[in-house]
């Protein structure tokens, strides 16, 4: 995953909500398994391995995850293990193609969790973290992204 891509995921992560998590998670599985084939395509078989066990990461975040309270937490943890096993025959055939079927089943419960989030109202789970601005300014050469929330008085150093 590139820079910028850890930037944005890690900006919206501070203020996202349970719902939101899941379906960030989501895209930086979709993200890694993406720069997985292109360094396939590429030859780079290091980076292909990479990629896909930082995407194994995340899918044992959304196992981890899984409360069993609920029975819909079985057939989730089936599609889990269902996509692990699909990076994990990549990895050891080093070849993509058994990845398909994992970005499908992937893309599927991103639709639904998608919807989910965009009907959760709740508040951000990270308390306490700055409020992201869509403020840029221009430096000498580069653009400076500025965070500020007038209402987050007590962060920082006191004086």
Sequence with gaps: MKKEAIQAYTARIAQANKSELTVILYEMIQTELRDAKDAYDQSDLDTFAKSLKRAQKYVNELISTLDFKYAISYDLLSLYLYINKRIITAIIK???????????????????????????????????TQQVYAGLTYGKGTLNETYIDPNQQNRGFIA
């Design 94 to 128: 080093q070849n993509p193609i058994s990845l398909d079927s994992a970005e499908s089943v992937l893309n599927k419960l991103y639709t639904g969790f998608s919807g989910i989030s965009s009907q959760d109202t709740s508040g951000p789970v990270m308390r306490n």
